[in-house]
């Protein structure tokens, strides 16, 4: 079985430019998750969703932060316009309502704004 | 904000040693659960503890939870240099919701 799928692995951009990053989840998980974790930090909940309906997207910075999961399989995350303080790690989780709490993280995108 | 407080916040061990790391949380929970990072990767599930139990085990690992004291450990037995990682507890506040990490204890593990 295929593990969550996310890329790219690894993005470097200047400041004030837009970036995407993208998530295919493990298939029939109609959970998905984007965290963003800072060095040496544990992950930071960023939107949930389930199946297409973002359910907790508290900690999501609107202003320049946007997210859709069409289809509710397929997620992409958007930043425009990035800042230096973005620059981190972004990692797509997905899990199964009925198969419990459990989460399967992807391997991470790695954001560097310069 | 990050809800539990992994302690140490390093440690270094000897091949064949056990390690115990433990975790801190604020409020009631419904589940905690461990993962750990390798370096450069994503997160790796490793264990689940409900609130209703008080310790688990899966092949090395050995996880204990006191709702009492809002806090767990997890033990890894006969450490091996693989087990080299950054481990993280997490907790949910309902069966299906978000969970919230710690900041994570990096383990060296040497040969």
């Known amino acids: 079985e295929a593990g969550v799928v996310q890329s790219p692995r690894y993005k470097i951009i200047e400041k004030k430019q837009p970036v995407a990053f993208w998530c295919n989840p493990i298939?029939?998980?109609?959970?998905l998750y984007w965290y963003r974790q800072n060095l040496g930090q544990g992950p930071e909940l960023l939107i949930r969703?389930?199946?297409?309906?973002?359910?907790?997207d508290s900690q999501l910075p609107k202003d320049r932060f946007s997210a859709e999961r069409l289809k509710g399989v397929d997620s992409t995350l958007k930043i425009q316009p990035a800042e230096l303080g973005d620059s981190a790690v972004y990692l797509c989780?997905?899990?199964?309502?009925?198969?419990?709490?459990?989460?399967?993280f992807g391997p991470g995108t790695r954001l560097t704004v310069t | 904000s990050q809800q539990g407080e992994e302690d140490p916040q390093a440690l270094s061990i000897q091949e064949g040693e056990n390690a115990t790391m433990n975790c801190s949380y604020k409020?009631?929970?419904?589940?905690l659960q461990w993962y750990r990072q390798n370096s450069g990767r994503g997160l790796v599930h490793l264990i689940l503890?409900?609130?209703?139990?008080r310790e688990k085990h899966s092949g090395r690992l050995r996880v204990t939870l006191d709702t009492s004291k809002k806090s767990s450990s997890l033990l890894i037995t006969a450490s091996r240099a693989a087990d080299t990682a950054s481990y993280f507890c997490?907790?949910?506040?309902?069966?299906?919701?978000?969970?919230?990490f710690g900041k994570g204890t990096m383990l060296l593990v040497s040969p």
């Open positions: 989780a997905s899990s199964f309502f009925e198969g419990g709490p459990e989460q399967y």
């Open positions: 969703y389930e199946n297409e309906e973002a359910v907790d």
């Open positions: 503890i409900r609130s209703n139990e």
């Open positions: 409020t009631s929970i419904n589940n």
């Open positions: 298939s029939g998980h109609n959970t």
């Open positions: 997490a907790t949910g506040y309902s069966g299906y919701s978000t969970l919230t």
